[in-house]
């Protein structure tokens, strides 16, 4: 089946020791997104890529970067962790970024920081 | 601002409708209506959207005030499985920003 996979599912660093988080899609979407979902709250959105072209969202940390190196796979780097950084960290595609257009999520990277 | 209002829980006998309500005041001509879930411990999954008309799907229905101002998602017969957060969102532009949902408990 066509999914979005995310790996590790559970990912333990310790502060201030970088990290990266990886998706991977087999759905060929062009638009690829992360969020970040602390505990309780809903998902908040970090950036998107449409192709290769980035969108960062204006309230996203420094400390968090991504890399987008080809149509099926998506990073998430986050350079210092701290003890705030411990969440959900959520991938989503969708096909285009279309009013009508749905997204499809992986299950999710639970991020834990020491 | 494409706000959404939702009731922050809700609750629900096993194999009864379930009707999810979701204000949407500020919705602009051209924002579409999604719902999405999310199950404990899962990403969040698609449900339902809409423009103007009612939807029917093989999870729910959606239905949309005339006015678009504030939409209903009915589950017709809720099971277990289907305890979840359920969102309301607005698509505006090229992203969906997710509001503080309704969780919807499941009684046997």
């Known amino acids: 089946d066509a999914m979005v996979i995310q790996n590790p599912r559970y990912q333990v660093t310790q502060f201030g020791k970088p990290v990266t988080l990886s998706c991977s899609q087999t759905?060929?979407?062009?638009?690829m997104y992360w969020y970040q979902q602390k505990s309780s709250q809903a998902p908040k959105l970090l950036f998107h890529y449409y192709d290769k072209d980035f969108n960062n969202e204006a309230d996203t940390p420094d400390n968090f970067q991504s890399r987008r190196p080809n149509t099926s796979f998506c990073f998430l780097d986050i350079r210092s962790p701290g003890l705030g950084d411990a969440a959900m960290y959520l991938c989503?595609?969708?096909?285009?970024?279309?009013?009508?257009?749905?997204?499809?999520f992986g299950p999710g990277t639970r991020l834990t920081v020491l | 601002d494409a706000k959404t209002t939702q009731p922050n829980s809700m609750e629900s006998n096993e194999e009864e409708p379930v009707h999810l309500p979701c204000n949407h005041s500020?919705?602009?001509?051209?924002?579409?209506i999604h719902w999405y879930r999310q199950l404990p411990s899962q990403g969040p999954e698609y449900v339902i959207h809409?423009?103007?008309s009612n939807v029917n799907n093989r999870m729910a229905s959606l239905a949309i005030a005339e006015d678009r101002k504030s939409s209903t998602l009915i589950l017709h017969r809720a099971t277990l499985r289907d305890a979840a957060v359920y969102y309301c969102i607005l698509h505006r532009d090229d992203k969906i920003i997710f509001g503080k949902g309704t969780r919807l408990h499941i009684l046997p």
């Open positions: 759905l060929n979407h062009n638009v």
């Open positions: 989503a595609t969708s096909r285009t970024s279309g009013r009508a257009d749905t997204q499809y």
């Open positions: 809409g423009l103007t």
């Open positions: 500020t919705i602009s001509g051209t924002d579409y």
